[in-house]
């Protein structure tokens, strides 16, 4: 009976949508309505209100629906959606700053005696308004009552202006900042989590191990990294339009003519350009790259996008205006002189020690007053301009208002769908197709297209994605990253501002669009388009670098970046290694050799055994890095018989499994009735007759195992545990093979050091007589805590402990402190003697054997990877791995 609420559901859904509800009032009364009568009807025909849910009951989803609402307030109040409120309002500034206007016009100049140059002028400054804007109505009704008329006037076809215009308008929902990247985020993070947990089942009932290594997890994402992943494929599709212009300009020239500019291109034009395209310019670079530089947040991004847009907004809208450019230059100067001062003198308010910190906080809290005055400045001049400000703001809590309304309707709805079993149903269809991971995804992109037809992206985003994306993420033979995952879904979502019927661009340009336009042609012009957008998901998808790229580099080369001995680096940090140690053997062999002969006999014992070791280990890296791929080709060997049979199985087995659960649940309703009097248990026979009908249909399931398959499973598993047991001996050899020798240079280096502190250990024994027992152990104790910041005088320290805790409590001995004392000093003067020897005869060679293996066996000591080694290992986390022969 679940399955025919959850069609009510659905048909609710479709019905008020169609007929023109609103989307924040369809979506939670769809669910509230049927879960209603689903309850209702429980209640009177099976006597509970639970009997025609497939999981829970109304209790549970009122439960989730309250946890949803709770998730999403706190949310907006620490993280990813507080950002939404910020950019809508860096758009709406923006676009009411008439900055949009000008841009066309200046870019119409410019381009225009190229062919097709008004229509790649249009590109170009839709692109530049989806990333300073991202307002697609307001972009495409700019565009279409500035540009299309000049297009028109100019002989373009009427289908080729309107397109062009109604395509780059969109491009605001893939090139950053986007709402739809933000909320498409907010929706994957708890998607991720699902999936992790779907994947860590897996593993365990693959392996029968609780744990699961961490680099076979599942890579989150944040609304930050959607930004950076999204940057390239948006450009791409900046890149497929324009080449499309210009390709038609060339075939048709009638279609897209040149417009030759009948002013001049002059300094004096040249000027006009830098004023209008630099702010804009300006202003991305400030909120993305501030992003990309680990500078801000997202949020704080957003903020100084607000901010940077109202300085702007200022400006424009008193051109013509003395003093016009006043806010905008203080702004500028500021935080330039802010920068200076950063950069000269550090600030810390909280370490002011000399006039210089006093005189640079000073400073600094004039220029950030002089910001402060810019800002306040501009935020005047739009209140009192045109109602500027206020508009903003009443068409900034109106867009958050609505897509905040739509989450919270959308987690209601989702919760319903789950409750009546749909999420299963969909994850059974899903993974019984036929091709794996791909025919999902392909059958999942084709759904979200045919939806774009009829529904808005919120609606998609916030519907759809939280029920299939946990079954892709969790798919380990794809292995897709949660970034490209979203990224691929902003490009297929983007699509529904163009399909017809109710694409909202084509309503936008319609609105707009002279009555000689006729509506046909407007559909006509998007087709060109809309396989446009097609052709860069297919790009993108083909090639998942060009999205995983920049959230990588960007993360590899942070401030905060993961070491190199992080688990999820190991397997492309491996693949570079080892490529480096075939083209490098020969002078890694020669270092070590030269490191063999190097004279350690004056050395601590100690050091000796650990130097002579960590050179032998060096030695054997090679033999090692041989047998970690011997033991990966024969897992390869293997895969090619083994992978299809593992497939079959695993789909068997999870046939198993849901028949399990369905014999569960049915168990636990029988174990409800046993309680009940006789003549309410009148449903019992036909519960027992369904579980016999599931365990032998589970028998069945059990039987189609192949026999060969625990033999089978058991020799590839050992062949992993092989690898893997090869992989953690070469890792623990190359680690101390390192560690010593950089250890070894500190000790050594630390010579100087050592020997500053002989006067200080020599006066301790004028402490000891010369001083009460309490007084001299404080001082023993000051010179102690010094010796142990020395590398290496351990044995120096802890006699010195020794001697403080003789001359402590209550029986003090002077005497045996001071002969402790004497033991330090002549440990001292022997540790010394060797330090000095081998700073002069030593330190050379080791500095010089530690620079060579650095890079490669030293490698993972590091505390984080080189530039250089970004480069290369980025290039390799960009791909997805396989990884579903170890599930």
């Not at 209601?412 to 769908?417: G, K, V």
């Amino acid at each position: 009976m679940e399955l025919v609420f959850l069609v009510l559901l659905i048909v609710l859904m479709i019905w008020a949508l169609g007929s023109g509800f609103p989307v924040a009032f369809s979506l939670p009364g769809s669910a509230i309505l049927a879960i209603g009568a689903a309850a209702f009807f429980g209640w009177l025909f099976a006597g509970d209100t639970s009997a025609y849910f497939a999981q829970g009951g109304p209790v549970q989803w009122l439960t989730a629906g309250v946890t949803n609402f709770r998730g999403i307030y706190w949310e907006a109040e620490r993280d990813t959606l507080i950002a939404i409120p910020l950019f809508v309002f860096m758009g709406i500034m923006l676009q009411r700053s008439k900055i949009a206007e000008d841009l066309l016009v200046t870019m119409a100049q410019l381009f225009g005696p190229m062919p097709g140059g008004l229509g790649i002028s249009v590109v170009f400054v839709g692109a530049l308004l989806a990333a300073t804007t991202g307002i697609v109505g307001a972009t495409v009704v700019a565009m279409g009552l500035i540009s299309l008329p000049a297009m028109m006037r100019n002989k373009y076809s009427n289908s080729l202006a309107t397109g062009t215009i109604a395509a780059s308008g969109t491009l605001g929902q893939i090139i950053p900042p986007s709402i739809v990247l933000i909320i498409l985020a907010d929706q994957l993070a708890s998607a991720v989590d699902q999936a992790s947990t779907t994947r860590k089942g897996l593993y365990k009932e693959a392996t029968g191990e609780i744990s699961m290594p961490s680099e076979f997890d599942i890579v989150s994402t944040s609304a930050g990294d959607m930004f950076m992943g999204a940057f390239i494929p948006g450009l791409v599709l900046v890149g497929l339009y324009m080449l499309f212009i210009l390709v038609l300009s060339l075939l048709r020239p009638h279609m897209a003519p040149a417009v030759h500019f009948k002013g001049k291109y002059d300094a004096k034009f040249a000027l006009r350009v830098l004023l209008i395209l630099v702010p804009p310019l300006t202003l991305i670079f400030v909120v993305l790259g501030s992003i990309i530089m680990g500078v801000a947040t997202v949020n704080q991004a957003g903020a100084i996008g607000a901010v940077g847009a109202t300085i702007m907004a200022g400006y424009r809208l008193c051109e013509g205006r003395p003093g016009a450019y006043r806010p905008a230059i203080l702004a500028i100067v500021s935080v330039v002189g802010l920068a200076l001062v950063a950069n000269i003198h550090p600030i810390n308010v909280k370490n002011i020690d000399t006039s210089g910190d006093v005189a640079a906080l000073v400073v600094a809290i004039v220029l950030a007053l002089a910001f402060l005055t810019s800002v306040g400045w501009s935020f005047w001049r739009t209140f009192t301009t045109e109602d500027t400000l206020r508009g903003v703001m009443i068409d900034t809590a109106k867009t958050t208002s609505l897509v905040f309304i739509i989450l919270l309707g959308a987690a209601m709805l989702t919760a319903a769908f789950r409750g009546f079993g749909g999420e299963e149903l969909v994850k059974e269809f899903l993974t019984n197709l036929p091709g794996g991971f791909w025919a999902q995804f392909v059958i999942v992109m084709a759904v979200i297209f045919l939806l774009g037809f009829f529904l808005d992206f919120i609606e998609i985003a916030v519907v759809v994605v939280p029920i299939v994306a946990p079954i892709l993420l969790a798919d380990p033979s794809a292995n897709v990253t949660a970034v490209w995952l979203g990224v691929m879904i902003g490009l297929n979502i983007q699509t529904s501002f163009l399909t017809p019927p109710f694409g909202f661009a084509l309503f936008y340009l319609r609105g707009v669009a002279p009555a000689v336009v006729r509506t046909i042609q407007i559909y006509k012009g998007v087709v060109a388009f809309i396989c446009l957008q097609l052709l860069g998901l297919a790009i993108v998808g083909a090639n998942p670098w060009l999205v995983n790229y920049l959230p990588n580099r960007i993360s590899l080369t942070s401030d905060t970046a993961p070491p190199p001995q992080n688990p999820r680096l190991q397997y492309c940090l491996e693949g570079y290694l080892f490529e480096q140690y075939d083209a490098r053997e020969t002078a890694l062999a020669a270092a070590i050799e030269r490191a063999r002969r190097l004279d350690l006999s004056y050395l601590p014992r100690d050091l000796q055994r650990d130097l002579d070791t960590a050179i032998e280990n060096a030695a054997q890296t090679f033999a090692l890095v041989g047998s970690v791929r011997s033991a990966e080709a024969a897992v390869a060997a293997r895969a090619d018989a083994y992978a299809p049979l593992r497939n079959q199985v695993r789909n068997t087995q999870q046939r198993i499994g849901k028949l399990e659960a369905e014999i569960e649940e049915l168990e636990f309703r029988i174990g409800r009735l046993a309680g009940l009097p006789e003549d309410e248990r009148t449903a019992l026979p036909d519960l027992e007759a369904q579980i016999r009908e599931l365990r032998a249909r589970r028998t069945d399931q059990q039987l189609r195992i192949p026999a060969v398959w625990a033999d089978q499973s058991k020799a590839m598993q050992a062949l992993q545990k092989e690898e893997e047991t090869a992989r953690r001996t070469y890792r623990r050899n190359v680690d101390s093979a390192y560690l010593p020798i950089v250890e070894t240079i500190a000790v050594v280096a630390a010579a100087d050091a050592l020997a500053e502190l002989r006067g200080d250990i020599e006066g301790l024994a004028g402490a000891v007589t010369g001083n009460a027992p309490e007084v001299a152990a404080d001082r023993i104790n000051d010179i102690s805590r010094v010796v142990g910041k020395v590398e290496g005088a351990q044995e120096i320290r802890s006699l010195l402990s020794k001697a403080r805790r003789a001359i402590r409590g209550r029986n003090p001995e002077p005497e045996r402190a001071l002969e402790l004392i004497d033991e330090a000093l002549a440990a001292h003067a022997t540790e010394l003697a060797w330090r000095e020897r081998a700073r002069s005869d030593l330190l050379p060679e080791l500095e010089a054997y530690e620079t060579a293996i650095r890079d490669t066996i030293g490698l993972r000591q590091q505390p984080r990877l080189p530039v250089s080694q970004v480069k290369e290992i980025v290039g390799c986390l960009s791909q997805h791995r396989d990884i579903s022969l170890y599930f």
